[in-house]
């Protein structure tokens, strides 16, 4: 199977700087999203702290990885975003000026026919296969516990003023729940990693559409960055596309 990525991030119109991070390991075929909270630029440092934990213990622990080990791709990013929630903490010990900024993070891991994904706060995953897309991350919101409880819609929920409150994210105090599954790539599957700058601004099914549009993954990051930037595009937004096509050779 041939995997292709691209990934754009662009800062939201009332925001002097973006707080979202992204990266693409090509070669571990490991994509991650960030999405950082905190005063002055320190956003920045928890979002762009946790990715690099994430790859860099992935690019540590792969190598000497048991690859007939059942769930390892999950189990590995599971530790991994730990790590990274350590990392975000250990931050904030060695300089106090930096308490109170915090980060959520979805990454996915793809190996063979199986992909992994895990996610902490409010940044999606979604599938694209067979032209339905499918939301494969549940938010770790209050709007989200309050539509689990059958108290608000899922539209409203989208457009809730509480809708920023995450009850999960990287550097928050004491250990961390992380979500993660584990499930089999379909040829021609595309997979959709994004900050809620994109999905406080589009709904699932416009996601789908302008996903599907774009004939190249580049045309489908601007697409979409360009869909939430002619809604208001108000928080910063990011998207990373990943496509696993049949093995052209
Ligand atoms: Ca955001």
Redesign the pocket.
């Known amino acids: 199977m041939e995997i292709h990525a691209w990934g754009l991030s662009e800062v939201g119109v009332t925001r002097t700087h973006n707080e979202d991070y992204f990266e693409i390991d090509p070669r571990r075929h490991l994509y991650l999203v960030a999405?950082g909270m905190g005063g002055h630029s320190h956003g920045e440092v928890a979002s762009r702290t946790a990715v690099q934990a994430v790859r860099e213990y992935v690019e540590d622990r792969l190598p000497q990885a048991d690859l007939s080990e059942d769930h390892l791709q999950s189990t590995l990013l599971r530790t991994a975003v730990h790590s990274a929630h350590e990392k975000v903490l250990c931050a904030i010990r060695q300089d106090g000026a930096l308490s109170g900024m915090g980060t959520t993070l979805v990454a996915l891991l793809m190996r063979g026919q199986t992909v992994a994904i895990a996610h902490v706060g409010d940044s999606r995953a979604y599938r694209l296969r067979n032209g339905h897309l499918d939301l494969l991350t549940e938010d770790h919101t209050w709007v989200h516990e309050q539509v689990l409880a059958g108290f608000l819609s899922e539209e409203q929920a989208r457009v809730h003023p509480l809708k920023n409150v995450v009850t999960r994210a990287l550097g928050s105090d004491g250990d961390i729940k992380v979500d993660v599954l584990e499930t089999e790539i379909v040829p021609g599957d595309r997979y959709l990693l994004c900050?809620?700058?994109l999905t406080t601004m589009l709904r699932d099914d416009e996601i789908g559409r302008t996903l599907k549009s774009g004939e190249s993954l580049e045309e489908s990051c601007r697409g979409l960055v360009q869909a939430a930037k002619a809604r208001g595009g108000f928080?910063?937004c990011t998207v990373v596309v990943v496509e696993a096509d049949t093995d052209a050779s």
């Open positions: 999405d900050s809620d700058g928080d910063d």
